[in-house]
């Protein structure tokens, strides 16, 4: 029994030779058009091969990526998921990649399915995950300076932290950020993958084409249309036919009309002539919180030195007041920074006290949210990205003794305080800079 591509491809062929063997053999004449059916067979199946050896060729070189990078992720799991590129990878390989990979696989399909999909023991990541990874990558590289090159060969300033990205990964990277509206970097991810697809040579589910329409729309979105346009003209010079370009160039060309008439007239409105110098918007001032935000940045980026003055006075020492019990165990502590006191507590938990913490937060992680000014409900936010756990002192005498640890860290009561957090942050993983303060309005508890 043929598999459902070559039923396809064979029953044409037998249909074929069906409408044309009546009586072929009374007259050579007759028989002479039988060449170029053979022909066209020929034809038909050396293609058909050819696309099938590229098919199977594109399969083989997804496995074998599989199992390198799950080799190399079971030798450290903890840093290579920490790694934002192998996280990303990861999610795509299992999303976009998979998807490919099955609608690829015409010959036991349902055979992957009912051994995967349907396992209750397996996971899978969703688009939203891969959306959230893509940016989760991005904040990484805004926030830190990053080179988008350097991060697409696996370096994160200068060090060579996961396997380079391919072409591929670069791509849909670069698209996951299109459908987020992130123009800016869809434009400098897709222009990574632009070059990775030229170098590389590997045949994959799109084309070069697909790569520069990405780059030529996202020009087109952040008002660049006379870049949009030279990059849609390079498309038809590769597919003279390609319908969304051709009709892009007449629309771009209006545009361009319309914008260069409007500048002509707004020349003339101020200088009384035609000047050549261009208009130049005037700089935004920026907003009390993203001049926070800046300061923010850099003291993630290590940028900001502590004053001299302050720096001085910041000491190591053991912490032995506040709790009879602190002169049998004292802690150490560090003070970071003075007025207000930031202080770093070490060794303040055993190693067994952490996993059973870990054990038990586990289960109960659900996405941590904000309150919604507006409706005072509870809602996720693109500027917290993590998970959180809550644990009451009643449920675990662990728990209970760490909470009575901390009140004689801070020589405060927690009698009024929060059950004990456990936040589990994700990939590239946030909180923004905020109040961590409620008025009586926005309490829902």
């Not at 022909?39 to 091969?49: A, F, G, N, Q, S």
């Not at 998807?99 to 396992?119: A, M």
């Not at 060969?153 to 591929?168: D, F, H, I, K, P």
């Not at 907003?287 to 502590?306: F, P």
């Amino acid at each position: 029994m043929f598999p459902p591509k070559q039923c396809t491809f064979w029953c044409l062929v037998l249909t074929s030779l069906t409408l044309t063997t009546a009586e072929l053999f009374t007259a050579i004449s007759e028989v002479e058009p039988l060449l170029e059916t053979h022909k066209r067979i020929i034809d038909d199946l050396d293609d058909y091969i050819h696309k099938e050896e590229e098919r199977l060729n594109i399969l083989k070189r997804h496995l074998n990526i599989y199992k390198r990078e799950h080799q190399i992720a079971m030798e450290d799991i903890p840093n290579y998921l920490g790694n934002p590129i192998n996280a990303f990878t990861l999610i795509k390989r299992l999303t976009s990649d998979l998807d490919h990979i099955e609608r690829s696989i015409e010959i036991g399909t349902e055979y992957i399915k009912n051994l995967t999909v349907n396992h209750a023991d397996v996971k899978y990541p969703t688009l939203e995950d891969l959306a959230g990874a893509a940016q989760a990558l991005t904040r990484l590289q805004e926030t830190y300076h990053l080179d988008v090159e350097e991060l697409a060969e696996g370096r994160l300033n200068g060090v060579m932290y996961s396997t380079s990205m391919s072409a591929g990964d670069c791509y849909e990277l670069g698209k996951a950020l299109y459908n987020e509206k992130d123009y800016t970097n869809a434009l400098a991810w897709m222009t990574v993958a632009l070059r990775k697809y030229r170098e590389e040579k590997q045949p994959y589910m799109f084309k070069e084409i697909d790569i520069m329409e990405y780059i030529g729309f996202s020009h087109y979105l952040m008002g660049d249309v006379k870049t949009a346009l030279e990059w849609t003209k390079k498309m038809l010079a590769i597919d003279p036919k390609h319908v969304r370009a051709r009709g892009n160039v007449p629309h771009y060309n209006k545009i361009i009309a319309e914008n260069e008439e409007k500048l002509r007239k707004r020349r003339r409105g101020e200088t009384g002539e035609d000047a050549e110098e261009e208009y130049v918007k005037p700089k935004e001032k920026l907003s009390a919180y993203a001049k926070e935000r800046k300061v923010y940045e850099k003291l993630c980026r290590g940028e900001m030195d502590i004053p001299q003055e302050i720096a001085k006075t910041l000491t190591c020492r053991y912490l032995t007041e506040n709790h009879p019990f602190q002169k049998l165990a004292p802690v150490k502590m560090e003070y970071m920074y003075r007025n207000p006191d930031i202080i770093m507590f070490y060794e303040v938990l055993s190693d067994e006290e952490i996993e059973y913490i870990k054990n038990m937060a586990r289960p109960r992680f659900r996405r941590a949210t904000v309150h919604d000014p507006k409706t005072g409900e509870l809602v996720p936010a693109h500027y917290r990205i993590s998970k959180s756990a809550w644990l009451k002192d009643e449920e675990s005498a662990l728990v209970a003794r760490v909470s009575r640890r901390s009140a004689r860290l801070a020589a405060l009561s927690v009698a009024s305080a929060e059950e004990l957090q456990v936040v589990n942050y994700g990939i590239g993983g946030h909180y923004e800079p905020h109040f961590d303060f409620a008025r009586g309005a926005d309490l829902t508890t």
